[in-house]
């Protein structure tokens, strides 16, 4: 069990990670009080699939740790792909018909993988992406009626 919150500041190359990703909002709304109160729920009840996904999505989380700190962003592809699934087979409402579509558009596209953000079922994802296709991947969400937002991720204060 975890004993308590540590906080973390790698030093990277943000421009790494900033060529490799950006935002999408979906142009749905969400619940996401909603979504995480099903899953908190079920935890508590000791749900067998509940507690078996979340320990899957621990596990990425800590792969995910790894791979940042050694600046392996080649390996976060994966990594995001087994996050969505998880997420999506933990409550089907982290997902939604938007991100469905979003999601099969920028896979077939070239991207490497979309990432759900916060509690899912609308709001914004993460698309990931090697550099070269970032641009058009981009055009082409924008081209589909989907809202981009070119972000820059900063240092954390640490």
């Given at each position: 069990l975890?004993?308590?919150?540590e906080h973390?500041?790698f030093?990277?190359?943000?421009?790494?990670?900033?060529?490799?990703?950006?935002?999408?909002?979906?142009?749905?709304?969400?619940?996401?009080?909603?979504?995480?109160?099903?899953?908190?729920?079920?935890?508590?009840?000791k749900?067998?699939?509940?507690?078996?996904?979340?320990?899957?999505?621990?596990?990425?989380?800590?792969?995910?740790?790894?791979?940042?700190?050694?600046?392996?962003?080649?390996?976060?592809?994966?990594?995001?792909q087994?996050?969505?699934?998880?997420?999506?087979?933990?409550?089907p409402?982290f997902s939604?018909s938007?991100?469905?579509?979003l999601?099969?558009?920028?896979?077939d596209?070239g991207?490497?993988?979309?990432?759900?953000?916060?509690?899912g079922?609308?709001g914004?994802?993460?698309?990931?992406?090697?550099?070269?296709?970032?641009?058009?991947?981009?055009?082409?969400?924008?081209?589909?009626?989907?809202?981009v937002f070119?972000?820059?991720?900063?240092?954390s204060?640490?």
């Amino acid at each position: 069990l975890p004993s308590g919150v540590e906080h973390q500041v790698f030093d990277v190359d943000l421009g790494q990670l900033r060529s490799r990703m950006f935002l999408v909002y979906t142009g749905r709304p969400h619940h996401s009080g909603l979504n995480n109160w099903s899953v908190i729920k079920k935890a508590v009840e000791k749900d067998a699939a509940t507690l078996r996904e979340l320990s899957a999505l621990k596990e990425v989380a800590e792969a995910v740790h790894k791979q940042c700190e050694s600046e392996n962003w080649s390996a976060l592809s994966e990594l995001f792909q087994k996050e969505f699934q998880h997420r999506v087979a933990l409550a089907p409402e982290f997902s939604s018909s938007e991100i469905e579509k979003l999601n099969l558009l920028c896979l077939d596209a070239g991207a490497s993988a979309v990432k759900i953000c916060g509690a899912g079922g609308g709001g914004c994802v993460m698309v990931w992406a090697e550099p070269e296709r970032r641009e058009g991947l981009m055009q082409l969400c924008t081209e589909n009626s989907f809202q981009v937002f070119d972000v820059s991720p900063v240092q954390s204060a640490g």
